[in-house]
DNA sequence: TATCACACAGAAATCGCTTTCTATTTTAGC
DNA sequence: GCTAAAATAGAAAGCGATTTCTGTGTGATA
């Protein structure tokens, strides 16, 4: 393919018969131009199909307008309702963003990162949900050099804003709600490697403690799971648990897991919530679109991607980094009911 | 935030004791240096973890790795699997990529398209699900200077890659086997707004006139939909035709319709697919979450972003525009069975 | 020993833009 | 009508890299 070169403001300028200088002021309209130039110059911007190189700009005024963000992959909805609210408020700003996939793997997180830097990317935010393998001595460096913030995870690295839902809390509103309603053999549901997972394990059995109800055979890990994957797992594994162990309710760590235990419980011929309360987390639009709807914990997953993208901006601009914990609403739909 | 500052070329220049132009060679390694220069200028790199900047170099060399994306939005799972694949095989090229959402607005859409020019992507895709209003002309200009490939939609601008399904062929072919299945009083259910939709609407008149079962009030258009939101508006619809006009099968332009489909069965206590069989298309992820699963026509999102970034980047490289046709796949699954 | 080629490295031009500095008009003030 | 100030526009430097051009010092060849 042939492909015409771009104008640029060397050909405007010589076009409209001013100096580059002039262009510039036209285009930026930071300096004053007397109209009638200022006409000519517009003409020949549009006449040239001129756009400004803001790769030239940036580079000038040692600026950038890019962000790059970093995400194990699109193919679990959560993230990708993240990335839909990092799009909104970085246009707003005039930013753009560079999309990086790290598939849960470390080294190619360290790669990425270092991609988005050598891009001269202005501020960086990271969805690392296993934070147990990462390098801090990587991080602790990387924050020196550019504005970074986490999402979600147990980071603690100093000086670095972090945008997240306070899990511990949600899960122990969710189990309250449960126990409200009469549940007292509450089967948790969770993953491998995950923070999230680990956070909401320790809350559950402090609160299954508290309440004298803990058993070890409740807590069930289905193991690794690649997104959409995590659905037939856990069905598969609550399939043959359920009869078994009895419970009365499910806790799953997120509405992946949840959707498995529902698509479960139908295979058994139970009754949702008739029989047997399904609990959810995230609030993925997924957990609205089953029937019968799920309960579950909003993590508001645009707003943790548009808080992060507007708190990585104000950090560029030189403000504070901070941590924002956001809501825990319980979003009750039609998977638990009291219990029999 | 006080952000140090990178270290540039100059910097490892002085440090190293010599010119910026030998720095340059040993970084990029085109050129010979002697070998104890070129461990002096090594280590200079790391001690100032200095890394090239990119935007600099490529303003230089009038290339660019980047590429653009433009989608509508990423509320609707398809194009969080389109860009799944696109950043798959974009990674392995050693490219980045922007993303960009238009959300269905044809003046977003060229804003867009023209900040990602002016940020000098090498190549832009494009998924612009509607093409009605789109300007011709606008990328018509766009093709002559930056290569371009097109997912989907009716895109006949000369010299534009595109990729795609032949949706026309893959829709009589769901019809085909509705009607081996022994349907034929078969509802279809359509959106507002979207290429796809017409040309599958289009395929479907032709069909059933072809068979004498065409009747105008089994062609349903739900309306504008915002991604997840459809599921609800074809159960809205649904739940009020479906006792009124009776129909043995639903065919739905995609499958979040037919998820709104099936909960508005669920709702009217029919069972499917004993008293009704229900018909998707795209084979998103949801489509095998929900129960009974879903039959429908498979699209391959994930290779319909990876084949399409290939391509543009086979172009990028000079080679020639062309069109690439995804094969339709039936995914025969839970929701489709017998007539009565 | 003189000559030539070659390996190596520096100087300088260039990419497309912004911005300071400087020069020329205008305009205002008296 | 003359000077001072303001408005306007050009020239040139600089952002961080690459690359061509040029100039050394070395070794090989005659």
């Known amino acids: ?25 036209v285009v930026n309209g930071n300096y004053p131009v007397k109209q009638d130039t200022k ?33 194990p992959g699109l193919h679990n909805m959560f993230f990708a309702e993240v990335i839909d609210g990092i799009e ?49 001595r990587f991080y602790e460096e990387l924050v020196a050099r550019v504005p ?37 053999d509450i089967l948790f549901v969770r993953g491998a490697n995950s923070d999230s997972y680990d956070i909401k394990e320790e809350a559950y059995r402090q609160f299954m403690e508290e309440h004298g109800s803990l058993r070890e055979d409740y807590i069930l890990n289905i193991g690794e799971g690649n997104g959409v994957e995590t659905v037939d797992s856990a069905m598969n594994a609550l399939q043959g648990l359920i009869p078994r162990l009895k419970p009365t309710a499910i806790c799953c760590c997120n509405d992946l897991m949840a ?30 679109l089953v029937e019968p709807k799920i309960t579950t914990m909003d993590q508001n997953m645009f707003q943790l991607g548009s808080n992060a993208a507007k708190l990585l901006i104000e950090n560029i601009h030189g403000g504070q980094s901070k941590r924002i914990m956001l809501d825990n609403v319980l979003i009750e739909r039609e998977t638990t009911g009291i219990s029999m």
């Open 148 to 184: 970074l913030v986490f999402i979600n995870g147990y980071h603690r690295i100093k000086g670095v804003s972090y945008v997240g839902n306070d899990e511990k809390l949600g899960s122990q509103i969710a189990l309250e709600y449960l126990f409200g309603l009469g549940h007292k």
């Open 1 to 25: 393919m042939d492909v015409k070169k771009q104008a640029t403001i060397v050909d405007v300028a010589k076009k409209a018969g001013v100096s580059v200088a002039t262009v510039s002021r």
């Open 88 to 136: 909104d408020a970085v246009r707003q700003d005039g930013f753009s963003f560079l999309l990086n996939c790290a598939k849960n793997d470390p080294m190619q997180e360290m790669n990425a990162i270092n991609a988005l830097v050598a891009r001269n990317v202005s501020g960086i935010i990271v969805i690392s949900p296993n934070t147990k393998n990462i390098s801090e």
């Open 39 to 71: 006409e000519r110059v517009k003409e020949a911007i549009s006449s040239l199909n001129y756009v400004p190189n803001v790769q030239a700009r940036e580079l000038n005024t040692r600026k950038s307008s890019t962000i790059g963000v970093v995400v």
């Open 259 to 288: 959707v498995g235990a529902l698509n479960a419980c139908k295979r058994l011929g139970l009754s949702v919530p008739k029989d047997i309360s399904i609990m959810g987390y995230d609030n993925i639009s997924l957990s609205r």
